[in-house]
Nanobody
């Protein structure tokens, strides 16, 4: 049974930072492209960032709204994906969801982790 467990959300003031974590259970995170989605209040689910590895080459993509402020990374020894979020803005307030793209575990589903920026 494959599962993604998100953590690290919280409440911060604008300009603050948070790091989200996502642990893969039942599969090896290195075997899938990974990513983060979010759903802001009243908005549709949106893809925030993706991470893929091809040997020693890492490909990272970001939505324009978070580019330069968010950094995605992965620790394959821990099967864990991270999203470092700096200079947070009130519009970053959302529920954040981890995704395993190659396993079709995508979109805003599951428990997620809530980020509130005031």
């Amino acid at each position: 049974h494959v599962q993604l467990v998100e953590s690290g959300g919280g409440s911060v003031q604008a300009g603050g930072s948070l790091t989200l974590s996502c642990t893969a259970i039942g599969f090896t995170s290195a075997d899938s492209d990974m990513g983060w989605y979010r759903q802001r209040p009243g908005n549709q689910c949106e893809l925030v960032s993706t991470f893929s590895a091809d040997g020693s080459t890492y490909n990272k993509h970001y939505a324009d709204s978070v580019k330069g402020r968010f950094t995605i990374s992965e620790d394959i020894s821990k099967d864990t994906l991270y999203l470092q979020m700096n200079n947070l803005k009130p519009e970053d307030t959302a529920a954040y969801y981890c995704a395993a793209l190659d396993l079709h575990l995508t979109g805003c589903r599951g428990q997620g982790t809530q980020v509130t920026v005031s």
